[in-house]
C-alpha cells in the first residue's frame, strides 16, 4: 500500500471486513441488520446512466477508464450528519456493503491501481475492494477526501440551518439550481469550509493525474457523494442543473483522456449491486446533503 506523505495510514484498529464472510468467502445475509434498512421505492437499484448530453470519446484517443465509488454507510449517514472531513468509521451496513461491490469489482477487469480518500469510510471501502480483486497497489490521499463542511460538520444537517439560518442564508450547498448566481461556486462556508470551486479543483486535478498515470488501463477510485457530484458536474454543459443520485457504495464511470484532459461520464450512481443482494442503501438517496 502507498500513502501520501502528508498522510497518516488509516487506523489499525478500525474493524475490517473479516470475520462476515463464511469458510468459503461467501457472503452472510444481514437478517437483523435488513430491518433496519428504510428501503426506497427507486433509484438505487437502478442502473443510472450519464443524464448529461456527454459525446463518445473519438476513435483512436487514449483514455483511462476510472470507477469512483462512494463510500459504504456510517452511522452519521443514517442519523442524518453532516459529515464532511471528520471521520467516523462504517457501521456494519457500510461494511456489508463494501464487501457487496467489491465482490462486484472482482467479476470485472481487474484494476491497474486502487486510490481513495484516507479517511476512514472511504479507506475501509477500498481496503476490501483491494482484497477482492487481489490489487496491492492501493494509494490513500487527502486529495479524494469529502469537501470540508465548515461550520456544519457534526451538525445533523435540519439543526445546521435552524441553529445559524443568518450564517447559511444564501448557500446553496451542493447544486446550482436554475436562476442562482454563478458566482455562489466560490464561496467558501463560513468555519474553515470549501467552497465548491476548490472542491471541484482539488478532486479533479488529482483523476487527471491519475489518468496520465493510467492510460488505456482501468482504475477504482474510492471517495465521497459531494465529491462525487463535482466529478460529474465537470462533464457537464456550462450553467446546467442536473439532478443526480449518489448511493453509498454506488459505481460511477467516468472515461479521461490522459493526454488531452478530456473527460466523458460513462454511468453515474449504479448501485444495481445492493439491489441483487436483497438490500439498498439507506442514507440520503446520495443526493450531497449526507456529505
Keep these: 500500500m502507498l ?5 497518516h495510514p488509516p487506523n489499525p484498529t478500525r474493524p475490517s471486513a473479516s470475520g462476515r464472510t463464511d469458510q468459503r468467502g461467501g457472503f452472510l445475509p444481514p437478517s437483523r441488520l435488513q430491518l433496519r434498512l428504510r428501503l426506497r421505492v427507486a433509484g438505487a437499484a437502478t442502473t443510472n446512466r450519464a443524464m448529461s448530453p456527454t459525446p463518445s470519446p473519438a476513435a483512436g484517443e487514449q483514455f483511462a477508464e476510472v470507477v469512483v465509488v462512494r463510500h459504504g454507510e456510517t452511522s452519521w449517514n443514517a442519523s442524518r450528519i453532516v459529515q464532511g472531513q471528520m471521520d467516523p468509521e ?13 465482490r462486484r469489482l472482482s467479476r470485472e477487469a481487474k484494476p491497474a491501481a486502487i486510490y481513495s480518500s484516507d479517511l476512514k469510510r472511504a479507506a475501509e471501502t477500498a481496503e476490501i475492494i483491494a482484497k ?5 497497489d492501493l494509494v490513500m490521499t487527502e486529495a479524494l477526501r469529502e469537501r470540508h463542511m465548515g461550520y456544519l460538520q457534526g451538525l445533523k444537517w435540519d439543526d445546521a440551518v435552524n441553529k445559524n439560518p443568518e450564517v ?12 442562482s448566481d454563478p458566482d455562489s461556486r466560490n ?15 482539488r478532486c479533479v486535478s488529482y483523476l487527471n493525474k491519475i489518468a ?3 492510460i488505456g488501463k482501468r482504475v477504482v477510485v474510492v471517495s465521497h457523494g459531494a465529491a462525487i457530484l463535482e466529478l460529474c458536474r465537470h462533464t457537464d454543459p456550462p450553467n446546467s442543473s442536473i439532478r443526480r443520485n449518489i448511493p453509498n457504495t454506488s459505481l460511477t464511470v467516468f ?9 466523458f461520464l460513462e454511468r453515474c450512481g449504479d448501485a444495481s449491486h445492493l439491489g441483487e443482494n ?7 438517496g446520495g443526493d450531497g446533503a449526507s456529505a
Design 255 to 263: 472515461q479521461i483522456s490522459g493526454l488531452t484532459g478530456r473527460w
Design 132 to 136: 477482492a480483486c487481489d490489487v496491492s
Design 212 to 214: 496520465r498515470e493510467h
Design 3 to 7: 500513502i501520501s506523505p502528508s498522510v
Design 187 to 201: 464561496q467558501e462556508l463560513p468555519g474553515g469550509g470549501e467552497s465548491l470551486d476548490q472542491l471541484t479543483e
Design 168 to 179: 447559511f442564508k444564501g448557500f446553496d450547498i451542493f447544486k446550482i439550481t436554475d436562476g
Design 278 to 284: 436483497g438490500f439498498l442503501e439507506s442514507s440520503f
Design 90 to 102: 462504517l457501521n456494519e451496513i457500510g461494511r456489508q456493503q463494501a464487501v457487496v461491490v467489491a
